[in-house]
Nanobody
């Protein structure tokens, strides 16, 4: 049984930083693609960042490119999302997701496993 557990969300001011963690059990994070998505109130869940299986290539939504970094620690079987220079529009529930296969996809339908989500609130 695959479980993904996010942590690290919270309240931060504009321009601040947070690091989200996604601890996986039942699967190895390095063996398949992992992604981060977010969902703001009244909006669709959207792709934020992804890391491919094996090679670890990274992909980002244009809205976070240059500010967010996805990474993984194979020894801890954990995926991270480092978020810097946070903006008001980054406020959302952030979800970790896993899929079969090594290729990152940007559509939520491609992902088989989801965490429970962690709230990120950016205030002015």
């Amino acid at each position: 049984q695959v479980q993904l557990v996010e942590s690290g969300g919270g309240l931060v001011q504009v321009g601040g930083s947070l690091r989200l963690s996604c601890a996986a059990s039942g699967r190895t994070v390095s063996s398949a693609a992992m992604g981060w998505f977010r969902q703001a109130p009244g909006k669709e869940r959207e792709f934020v960042a992804g890391i491919s299986g094996i090679g670890g290539s990274t992909y980002y939504a244009d809205s976070v490119k240059g500010r967010f970094t996805i990474s993984r620690d194979n020894a801890k079987n954990t995926v991270y999302l480092q978020m810097n220079s946070l903006k008001l529009e980054d406020t959302a529930v952030y979800y970790c997701a896993g899929k079969t296969g090594v290729v990152v996809r940007t559509t939520k339908a491609a992902y088989d496993y989801w965490g429970q989500g962690t709230q990120v609130t950016v205030s002015s």
